[in-house]
Each structure stands twice: as C-alpha cells, then as structure tokens.
C-alpha cells in the first residue's frame, strides 16, 4: 500500500489534512447523475481510500444530487476522527441532468441543510461557494452578498472553514474581506496555468489551492512531453501529472477522483513519485502548448 505521508500535508484552517486526497464526484451516475451503476464498488473505492490515509475528501450534495453525500455516510459513518470532509453550495441539479446556480441567501441555506443531512453531520469542515460564472470557467462579478450569507452560516456554528470555487483573483480577494478563506478550489493542472499568480499568492497566504481536473478532465491531457517523461520514471502519464502538481506548490492539494478501486491505488502512488528537475523543467513547458489537442 502506497505511503501517502510522503507527500505531506497542509492545513485547511485548524485542521491538517494529507495532500493526496479523493475526489467524490465520480461516485455518481453518468453524468455526476443518479446512483452509481455498482453500489458496492462506490462503498469499495471510499473505504480503500481511507484505508489508505486519505483524510480529505471532496464531495457536494449536488453530485446526484445527494447520490455521494449518501454513499460516503453508508461507507464512513462513524466517520475517522481525523477526516476533513470538504462540500460546496451554490448550484442543484434540474431534472433533465442541469447545473444552475442556486445562490440566494435561502438557497444557500437549504443546500448547507441537505449536506448535514445526508452526510450525517453537525458541522461540514469545509465549505466551497461554488460561483457559477457566465461560462464553465470563472466569470468576474461581485459575490459579496453569497459569501456573506455563508459567513453568517459559519458565525451560526454549521460549517467550520470556508472556501471558493471556479472564482478569479478579484473574487477572492473580495471574500477574504468578509470572512476568512482557506481554500481555493479552480481548474488547474499542467496544460491550462491561468492560476500560476493566484497559486503562488495564495502559498504565501498559507491558503491552499485545490485544482479540479488534474488530469485534464473530460479530455485528458496528451502531450509526447508527458508521455517521454512518464516512460523515463516508470510510471503512468496521469501518475507525473498528479506528481507534477505536489512539486508545482507547496499548498497544493489534490483530489482526482475515481469509482475504481485499481484507478485509485494507481493515484495514490502518484503520492511517492519523485520527479527530477529536468522531469519538471520539460513538463513545465506543456502549459505553453495549451492550445494543442487535448
């Protein structure tokens, strides 16, 4: 079993979690919608992560919606004393499969409500206001009003830390004058870099930097860089990407997810993976072919 100390820690506030963690999403149906087409294997796949020391996981009532929140209680609950569960609000799913915003002080409320709920909780460790932008990327625009209602939720004692997700500097800077910040969650990994300043500000914050998509998302990254160097180590491709984002920044955590037991081991290992210099040098480089096929 994969020694995930290996690649530190960080804290989330007071609390301190592994930086190799998991990602829930994929825990739901096609399409992050409906249950999983193998209950058992969704059960699996949590208990193998903690098994393994994995302390931080990311999840939403949204994802299902309430699919994962539901299935990560079946699986954990009574839950590790040391495990960080970290949700977001700000969006619900329409029948028909949609994400729309869902952002209103009272929305924001209900959703903090169904996480308790079907986590089985009293108090959500983390929470991310997931900021639905014009597009699927990040949109400027204040959100004063939003965060401000979450504060007041955390002031109230039901959510312990707060975070954001899919904002741009401006945004955080915004929140971080209301309430205390201490994670960031946006798209970022080897191949789309828009975030390196904010990365690098938020490590001198000691805030960390949550990158969804690690692994490109929907389309993989593919590069003949990545695959040289991954054939150099001994190791898959998405194995350097994961290993590239832990030696990016110190403040980094990552959670890929995965609804296998097998895939999960393979990015756990990730964890241990060293890369040299020159490994990182070349891979630093593939951000500047972004606009290559992915």
């Known amino acids: 079993m994969t020694d995930i100390s290996t690649a530190g820690t960080f804290p989330l506030g007071d609390l301190v979690v592994h930086r190799m963690g998991y990602g829930a999403m994929q825990l739901a149906g096609p399409g992050v919608y409906g249950p999983p087409r193998h209950h058992d294997a969704a059960l ?50 329409g029948t028909d499969a949609s994400w729309n915003p869902a952002h209103t002080p009272a929305e924001l409320e209900s959703a903090i409500h169904d996480n308790l709920r079907n986590l089985g909780l009293d108090a959500i460790d983390v929470v991310n206001l997931r900021v639905m932008g014009e597009g699927h990327g990040p949109s400027e625009g204040s959100i004063e009003e939003r ?9 109230r004692g039901l959510v312990r830390h707060l975070g954001l997700s899919n904002v741009t ?68 491709p ?30 756990l290992a990730a964890a241990a993976l060293k890369l040299p210099e020159d490994a990182m040098a070349e891979l630093n480089h593939i951000g500047d072919f972004a606009s290559a096929p992915m």
């Open 44 to 93: 699996a796949v949590l208990r193998e992560a903690v098994a393994s020391g994995v302390n931080h996981i990311d999840t939403s009532d949204f994802y299902g919606p309430h699919v994962t929140n539901q299935i990560i209680r079946e699986a954990l609950h009574p839950y590790p004393r040391d495990l960080v569960i970290v949700s977001k609000v700000g969006a619900v799913r």
């Open 147 to 155: 965060f401000t209602a979450l504060a007041e939720l955390q002031r």
């Open 169 to 236: 500097a401006a945004q955080v800077a915004e929140a971080r004058r209301i309430a205390p910040v201490v994670c960031v969650q946006n798209l970022y990994n080897m191949a789309h870099r828009e975030d390196d300043a904010l990365v690098d500000q938020l490590a001198a914050d000691g805030i960390a930097y949550v990158p969804f998509f690690p692994l490109g998302g929907f389309s993989p990254i593919q590069s003949a860089t990545l695959s040289d160097v991954s054939s150099r180590l001994g190791a898959t």
């Open 238 to 267: 998405m194995q350097v990407a994961l290993a590239w984002l832990l030696h990016r920044a110190p403040n980094i955590l990552l959670i890929p997810g995965t609804s296998s037991v097998g895939h999960l081991r393979e990015n």
